[in-house]
């Protein structure tokens, strides 16, 4: 029972180990460490049910239902540095005078970046635009990018290339 429980549980962790950053480095995110614990939690509970070749049944439903419910959670606590992002972008862009920058942070996991708006321009199109700079950091990794965004009708502001 155990060989099978340990079995299903080195399949997930080597499906999220198949991840890297940009360096080619393997890397293990929230999303991928979800998905191991809940793998290995739904195997241990999968085992619990029926015998012989039902038991196998039961841990491989209950690896794979484990690890689809712990990939949810685990996408949605990197979501939670997407909200400070986001948040802090459409300050920036509707507040901020060009150069300043506006910083944010997630308190849950020390992420951190800012966001700087720059020059505005009207596009073809006639909406009221801003160039933009952002640098994201995480896990010791300083990311920088470039981007545009274009405001919405409803007074939002969409991002339109990076």
């Known amino acids: 029972m155990y060989k099978q429980i340990i079995s299903a549980s080195l399949i997930a962790l080597m499906l999220t180990a198949c991840q890297t950053d940009q360096y080619g480095q393997p890397v293990m995110n929230k999303q991928g460490v979800g998905t191991v614990v809940g793998a290995i ?53 509707n507040d901020n005078k060009n150069g300043q920058s506006l910083p944010w942070k997630n308190p849950e ?14 596009a073809s199109s006639g909406e009221y635009c801003r160039e933009y700079t952002q640098t994201i950091r995480v896990g010791g990794q300083s990311q920088q990018a470039h981007g545009n965004a274009c405001r919405e009708p409803d007074g939002t502001w969409q991002i339109v290339s990076q």
Do not use: E, K
């Open 41 to 93: 939690g739904g195997a241990a509970l999968g085992s619990q049910f029926g015998g012989g070749t039902g038991r196998v049944v039961g841990i491989a439903a209950g690896t794979l239902l484990g690890a689809a419910l712990g990939n949810s959670v685990g996408a949605s606590l990197d979501r939670a540095d997407m909200s400070y992002y986001n948040n802090t972008s459409q300050q920036a862009l």
């Open 109 to 122: 996991n020390g992420h951190y970046g800012t966001v700087t708006p720059t020059n505005y321009y009207t």
